[in-house]
């Protein structure tokens, strides 16, 4: 099956900062998102982008299908920014990656 | 406009006790899909429903675990005889199409505790 690894595993971060989160994925997929799970454990989509580039306010991905990647980048991160971000790709079934998990301190 | 919607938020059982976890999707979505979490882990895919359908049960643990979305009603995840390895956080999603191409809309989740 399909494998997505996401780097780092942990960020710290100090109010403010930008940071880039990253996926890698092992074969071809028509869909990947990219999902926050806030301290409460609620999961929101941030982006449905099987290719190309999107941005919302402070947040922006970019996924190369071509060469099997996606990129989170956060800027001037916040402390509500804080919990872990997954990456899941696939079609039909999305597989998740172990995530990253962010800290975003004041 | 109502998200996906989970019930109960927590859920307590005894070892052997049937568990009931309920999902009722966004408005106008007829894909479901339901995720578990274990502590300090990722999402694991369990099972793909459309109504009245079971699409991919690939992720279903062989015994014990049930899952239907019925014509009328919300989708139903069932474990039956729980042990304490059932413990963890219970996600359903849903969306309009299928997975494919358009975005998943998670619940609040159901966290189950087995005692």
């Known amino acids: 099956g399909i494998q997505v690894e996401q780097s780092p595993p942990d960020l710290i971060l100090q109010e403010g900062a930008n940071s880039t989160l990253r996926c890698n994925f092992s074969d071809s997929v028509n869909n990947l998102q990219w999902f926050h799970q806030n301290p409460w454990g609620q999961l929101i989509n941030l982006f449905y982008i099987p290719s190309g580039t999107k941005q919302n306010g402070r947040l922006s991905a970019t996924t190369v299908a071509t060469e099997r990647y996606s990129l989170l980048y956060i800027s001037s991160s916040q402390t509500t920014d804080s919990g872990v971000y997954f990456c899941a790709v696939g079609g039909g079934k999305l597989i998740f990656g172990q995530g990253t998990e962010l800290s975003v301190k004041p | 406009n109502a998200g996906v919607m989970q019930n109960p938020r927590h859920l307590v059982r005894r070892r052997g006790q049937e568990a009931r976890l309920r999902c009722s999707p966004m408005?106008?979505?007829?894909?479901v899909y339901w995720y578990r979490q274990l502590p300090e882990e990722g999402l694991k895919f369990m099972v793909y429903l459309q109504k009245e359908n079971i699409i991919d049960e690939s992720g279903m643990p062989k015994e014990r675990f049930s899952a239907e979305f019925p014509k009328e009603g919300p989708s139903i995840l069932r474990i039956q005889q729980v042990v304490r390895g059932d413990s963890a956080a219970y996600f359903c999603?849903?969306?309009?199409?299928?997975?494919?191409?358009?975005?998943?809309?998670f619940g609040n989740g159901t966290r189950l505790t087995v005692t």
């Open positions: 999603a849903s969306s309009g199409d299928s997975s494919y191409n358009s975005p998943l809309h």
């Open positions: 408005k106008g979505h007829s894909h």
